[in-house]
């Protein structure tokens, strides 16, 4: 079983800057990829970042340039989403997805709102 928490939401002005975690657990292990979604009020659920095992990194156009995923350096079941230059239509849950040994696992979510 694989555990997933986020963490670093909140509330953030038009232009301001989050950074979110999400810390796996469990029965996990090696370099896997990992992704983040996000659903706002009355959407589908869709992705927003991922990134590979080996460190590649995909992003949905509407982020580009302005969100950044990554992994701990020091600690590899530790990754992060950057997001810069918020906006408002950023308002979302996000959540962070791991597909591991045939399984597709999710963290619970975490709040952020873009609002002034």
């Known amino acids: 079983q694989v555990q997933l928490v986020e963490s670093g939401g909140g509330l953030v002005q038009p232009g301001g800057s989050l950074r979110l975690s999400c810390t796996a657990s469990?029965?996990?292990?090696?370099?896997?990829?990992m992704a983040w979604y996000r659903q706002a009020p009355g959407k589908e659920r869709g992705v927003v970042a991922e990134?590979?095992?080996?460190?590649?990194?995909?992003y949905v156009d509407s982020v580009r340039g302005r969100f950044t995923v990554s992994r701990s350096r020091d600690r590899d079941r530790t990754h992060y989403l950057q997001m810069d230059s918020l906006k408002t239509e950023d308002t979302a849950v996000y959540y962070c997805?791991?597909?591991?040994?045939?399984?597709?696992?999710w963290g619970q979510g975490t709040q952020v709102t873009v609002s002034s």
């Open positions: 997805n791991v597909y591991f040994g045939g399984t597709s696992y």
């Open positions: 469990g029965s996990i292990y090696g370099r896997y990829a």
């Open positions: 990134i590979t095992g080996d460190g590649y990194t995909n």
